[in-house]
């Protein structure tokens, strides 16, 4: 049985945060609690899941903003990369494995928009944070970004099977959820023939 994931929409940005969770033992990770950690909240009562993990999938403001009101809830470690979350109770890194009640969700490191954003994978869905929005990607012009390495996570992440699932860190595109193969046949960036081209589509 496979992990599920819950898209919940999180503030005035069009933010979304997700809850993935276990549907057999109730065990879960929240995800990107960003500007409405109620939200997520709510949810997570309502179906009365028992919360493990806070997860960021990066260390800007407008996902990390509802950390706080998550943690004073639940008295969860805190989970992300080093390099956008120095202060984390559990440092991830590429290929880690996090036991979510009988399931496992995996650890993708995908720079680009951020040196440590990084992706959720479950086994059939993809958490790509602002790294792949539907139809769109990540800005790459911030402090810390790399237009290179976001292409090479871009370039990671569509090598993934054609049904896998698509749950963006914003609600930028088209429809809220996507799959690897809407996005090679919608989404102009994931169809840039090489570096040079993706460099001029993503940067002007």
Known sequence: MALEVTQIPAGRMDNFSYLVFCPE??????VDPSLAPENLLQILQERNLQLDLLINTHGHH??????????????????????DLPDADRQLSDGDRLAIGRETLEILHTPG???GSISLYTGDALLTGDTLFVTFVGRADLPGSDPRALYRSLQRLAGFPPKTKIYPGHNY?????????????????LNCPDLESFLKLRMG
């Open 173 to 189: 595109g088209p429809q809220a959820i996507s799959t690897i193969a809407y996005e090679k046949q919608h989404n102009p960036y």
């Open 25 to 30: 033992t109730g065990h879960a990770a929240a």
């Open 113 to 115: 928009h951020s040196p």
């Open 62 to 83: 407008d996902h990390t903003a509802g950390n706080q009101a998550v943690l004073d809830f639940a008295k969860v470690p805190l989970a992300g990369h080093p390099l």
